[in-house]
């Protein structure tokens, strides 16, 4: 699998759940703020360490955040700059395609603060699957998605 790189464009599941403002991968926020890997930097393991693994308490939690649909859930689940406003419709709608299962086990390290993880939609939007790949970079002391896109 080919290491990701930031880049100014909307997360995958968004325009899929009709939500292109809820979450946004690296913006030009980030990009032109502190290089394009800020989104995956953040307190946690000292610099040059790598964090451990999503395991299974770390999934559930970031579950629930995401099932929320509450503004502080979603800031807590998702790489998000600051002050990003966030669409209360399309927070409904993520929160109407959960819960997500996310599968610890298939966790993929892509560099040293992000990864892949699979996940599982309860109720996937109308014509979408519902495995998905999660891109996860790992914020201020946890892992947070980034991206998304169905399962192949």
Same mark, same amino acid.
């Not at 393991?45 to 929320?68: D, E, I, R, Y």
């Not at 892992?143 to 998304?148: C, E, N, Q, T």
């Given at each position: 699998?080919?290491?990701?790189?930031?880049?100014?464009?909307?997360?995958?599941?968004?325009?899929?759940?009709?939500?292109?403002?809820?979450?946004?991968?690296?913006?030009?926020?980030?990009?032109? +703020? #502190? &290089? =394009?890997?800020?989104? *995956?930097? /953040?307190?946690?393991?000292?610099? !040059?360490?790598?964090? @451990?693994?999503?395991?299974?308490?770390?999934?559930?939690?970031?579950?629930?955040?995401?099932?929320?649909?509450?503004?502080?859930?979603?800031?807590?689940?998702?790489?998000?700059?600051?002050?990003?406003?966030?669409?209360?419709?399309?927070?409904?709608?993520?929160? +109407? #395609? &959960? =819960?997500?299962?996310? *599968?610890? /086990?298939?966790?993929?390290?892509? !560099?040293?603060?992000? @990864?892949?993880?699979?996940?599982?939609?309860?109720?996937?939007?109308?014509?979408?699957?519902?495995?998905?790949?999660?891109?996860?970079?790992?914020?201020?002391?946890?892992?947070?998605?980034?991206?998304?896109?169905?399962?192949?």
């Amino acid at each position: 699998m080919a290491k990701r790189t930031c880049t100014s464009r909307p997360l995958t599941v968004v325009p899929l759940l009709a939500a292109a403002s809820l979450f946004t991968a690296c913006t030009s926020h980030h990009a032109s +703020a #502190a &290089g =394009p890997t800020s989104a *995956a930097t /953040g307190p946690g393991p000292a610099a !040059g360490s790598t964090p @451990a693994p999503l395991n299974s308490s770390q999934a559930s939690v970031l579950a629930k955040n995401l099932a929320a649909g509450t503004d502080t859930g979603l800031r807590a689940a998702i790489v998000l700059p600051s002050g990003q406003p966030l669409d209360t419709a399309a927070a409904a709608q993520l929160q +109407a #395609a &959960g =819960p997500i299962t996310f *599968a610890p /086990g298939t966790f993929h390290r892509l !560099g040293a603060r992000d @990864a892949t993880v699979a996940g599982t939609m309860a109720h996937p939007p109308a014509g979408q699957p519902a495995r998905w790949t999660f891109t996860l970079a790992y914020v201020g002391g946890q892992w947070k998605v980034l991206d998304a896109e169905p399962a192949r």
